[in-house]
Every structure is written in C-alpha cells, then in structure tokens.
C-alpha cells in the first residue's frame, strides 16, 4: 500500500503545482490592482465571483478527457486514446465558446446585482477581457487533461510554473503603462490573462502535436479523428455530471458567501481570509484526487479491482495524513493568518475563530475530495453527484443558515455547516467507492 501510495504523490506533485501556480495568477493579478484603487479591486473580485461558476462548470467538462484517455491508455488502445482526445478537444472547445461569449453577451446582468456603480463600470469591461480568456484557459486545460491521463504531468506544469513570470510582466507593462505602454489599470490585467493563456495554450498545442511522445496518438489522427455520437455521449456522462460535482461545490460556498455577506462587511471579510487560506490547501487535495482517479481509471482498463481498491484506499490514507497536518498547521498559526490580509482589528479576530472551522473540516474537505475523484476514475458519476448535492444543499447550506440567523451564530454558522456537509460528503463518497470496488472484487 505504501508504494501505491508514493506512485500516487508521484503523479500528484505536478497536478499540484500546476493547481497552485493557476491559483497564484489570481493572487497576483489582484495584488498589482489592488495598487491603484479598492473600486477597481472590489471590481477584479466581482469579476473573478461572476465567472468563477461557469469557468468551474467548463473546467468539470475536461476531466472526461483524462478519465477517457486513462481508461483507454490501461487497455493499451493507442488508437481509442487518440479517438478519445479529438472529440474530448472539440467537445471541450465547444464548451469553452459557449461559456465565453454567453458571459461576453450577458455581461450587464453585473448592473442588476446591487452593486456600487463606479464598481460595475470598472468591472464591464475587464469582464470582457477574463471572458474570452476562458476560451484558451479552457483549451489548455484540455490538453493538459490529455497529458495527465497518459501521465505525462510535467509539461504542462512548466508551462503553469512559466505562466506566473510572464503574467507580472504583462500587468507591469499593461496596468501601470511602464515602457511606453498604454496605462490600462484593471483592463490591462485582463489584457496580460489573455495573452498569458493563450500563450500556454499555444506551446502546449504545439507540444502535443509535435512532440515524439504523442506521435503514437497524433500519426493515427486520419483514421481516428472522427466524430462519433457515441464517443459524446461516454464523454458527456462524465463531463456532466463532474462539472456539476465541481459547480454545486463551488456555488455553494460562493451562496454561503453571499449569505454571510448579509450579515456584515467585517463577517464578509473575515469569510473570505478564511476561505482563501481553506482553498490553497485545497489544491493539493485537488491534485491527489485527480492523480488517484487517472491511476484508478487506468487500473480499470486491466479489471484489476484488487489493485484498483489498494490504489484507492492508499489515496485517502494520503489525503486523511495530508488533513491531519493541515488542521494542525491552521491550529497553530490561526493568530497569524489573519495578519497576511488584513490589519483591522474586528476582521482579524473574526477570521481567527473561522480558520479554526477551517481546520475542522481539512480532513472531510480532503478525503472528500479524493472519494469523488476515485469515483470518477471507475466511472461511477450520477450517484456521486447526488450525494453531493443532498451534502451541500440539502444538508450544509440550510442547517448553516439555521445556524447562522436562527442560532445567531453568525458566520460561525454558517461555517458550521461546511463542517458538517463537507462530512456529510466524505463519509457518502468514501463508503460508495469501498462498497463498489468491494463488490466488484467479487464478481
């Protein structure tokens, strides 16, 4: 179990990077805005909030790419891998259009959220800008979906890790007009998104279709560069269904944000340190669960549930570890987090006592995580999904809320109610993908 579990991290570390690279972009960009005013930051994050559900929805799309290829990969099917990434891309193209320039179009449903106006006005047209970013963000991801599930990580988290750099540039010339370039302030960060993703896109296209390591899976592209419905329709079943895993997450902190922020700025504040310093270590989480699902699909290919239980159980072993630690890292520094975003003395006291909830449900949030993921690698979606939602919005939001205004907790509720769905979702999870692979160990 231990070396299943070393190959696992192994697999992992890239995704990891990656995922924490991507979310380091975020990081800087709203830094180097943050430098010319707080309406154009405040701006940066209603942008980032308003399209954050649809680009997660596009994002669930791409993981079919990886599972179909895994599977096909185990089976030795050079030709199906092929077959699978061709209509994977242009499903995951299609995806990608559709989701950039509906938010495009729609992009004025910004002036009907309650919002200070001089806000909206900044945020118009950088939503436009991070909009049409998601088309290439969106094709990358594909592609690196398509390398992970062959298992070849590295590139594509090089070329995130290159990505970081080239993005400070870019703000510095494009926000601050340095060199002689137009000073274009909060435009000009999603001028240097643009750039920077399309740029990564590009290289890694290029990788794919040149590089000797595909040849086998691009040589083969007149007879297997062909769209089939039922191909769609196998990656549909696990696209759907993993971008609403991913969504209803998503949208569910993001409901449980907007709630909180009904009670106060200074709770609004407090949640967001909270949940900033919950979501970085949730990228590892991320990584491991993708890293064990592409290795349980790729087991899958062979029928070797023995060894897809042994994968499976040395994972959340890993990801049980990996919350230990982080619940015990947030006991111990909570006085001191809160200081990296803020100085206000009631914020700060807030945000202390949420990063304790925080390290409450490292655990749940981890091995959640990993069940979905190890789920998704034997290709079990449409039950998974429903547990998720009955955990998240039948179980967490409503008894957060209750909480929260009924038990005049506050923000603590609300957060309470992380606790107890995110666990709600861990134990669902955990004891479907025990119970399938114990059953189909026996058949």
């Not at 994972?315 to 111990?332: D, E, H």
Request: hydrophobic share 55%; net charge positive.
């Amino acid at each position: 179990m231990r070396k299943e579990a070393l190959q696992t991290i192994k697999l992992a570390l890239p995704i990891i990077v990656g995922e924490l690279a991507q979310m380091a972009l975020h990081i800087i960009d709203t830094a180097m805005v943050g430098g010319i005013s707080y309406k154009q930051l405040a701006a940066a994050a209603l942008v980032i909030q308003a399209t954050n559900i649809p680009f997660v929805l596009g994002i669930g799309m791409t993981i079919s790419v990886s599972q179909m290829v895994s599977l096909a990969h185990g089976k030795g099917d050079e030709k199906a891998v092929s077959h699978y990434f061709f209509n994977g891309f242009c499903l995951c193209a299609l995806t990608a259009f559709v989701i950039s320039f509906s938010l495009v179009l729609g992009r004025n449903f910004l002036h009907h959220l309650g919002q200070d106006p001089e806000v909206v006005q900044y945020a118009l047209p950088f939503m436009k800008m991070m909009s049409l970013s998601i088309v290439p963000m969106l094709l990358f991801m594909t592609l690196k979906q398509f390398a992970d599930g062959l298992q070849y990580t590295r590139t594509a988290m090089a070329l995130s890790l290159l990505s970081m750099p080239l993005n400070v540039f870019l703000n510095w010339l494009l926000i601050y007009g340095n060199w002689g370039f137009p000073r274009l302030e909060l435009v000009g960060a999603g001028w240097a998104t643009l750039i920077t993703r399309s740029l990564a896109f590009l290289i890694l296209l290029i990788v794919v279709l040149q590089h000797k390591t595909f040849k086998p899976f691009t040589l083969v592209h007149k007879s297997q560069w062909l769209f089939q419905k039922k191909t769609w329709r196998e990656l549909l079943g696990i696209g759907v269904p993993s971008a609403l895993q991913i969504g209803m997450e998503a949208g569910a902190f993001a409901v449980s944000g907007i709630i909180i922020g009904t009670i106060g700025a200074v709770s609004q504040a407090a949640h967001q340190i909270a949940l900033s310093c919950a979501s970085f270590t949730f990228m590892v989480s991320m990584g491991l669960g993708q890293a064990g699902s592409i290795r349980v699909s790729n087991t899958s290919g062979t029928g070797n549930w023995k060894k897809i239980s042994v994968i499976g159980r040395s994972t959340l072993i890993t990801a049980f570890a990996y919350g230990v630690f982080c619940a015990a890292m947030f006991v111990l520094f909570r006085n001191k987090l809160p200081g990296l975003f803020t100085t206000n003395k009631e914020v700060y006291a807030m945000a202390t006592l949420l990063i304790l909830f925080a390290a409450i449900f490292q655990i749940s949030d981890a091995t959640q995580a990993i069940g979905a993921g190890l789920l998704r690698g034997i290709k079990d979606v449409r039950t998974p999904t429903i547990l998720i939602g009955i955990a998240y919005w039948v179980v967490g939001i409503p008894v957060g809320y209750l909480l929260a205004f009924k038990a005049g907790m506050g923000a603590a509720g609300m957060w309470t109610g992380f606790v107890i769905g995110l666990t709600f979702a861990s134990v669902f999870l955990i004891t479907r993908f025990l119970k399938m692979t114990k059953k189909m160990g026996h058949q």
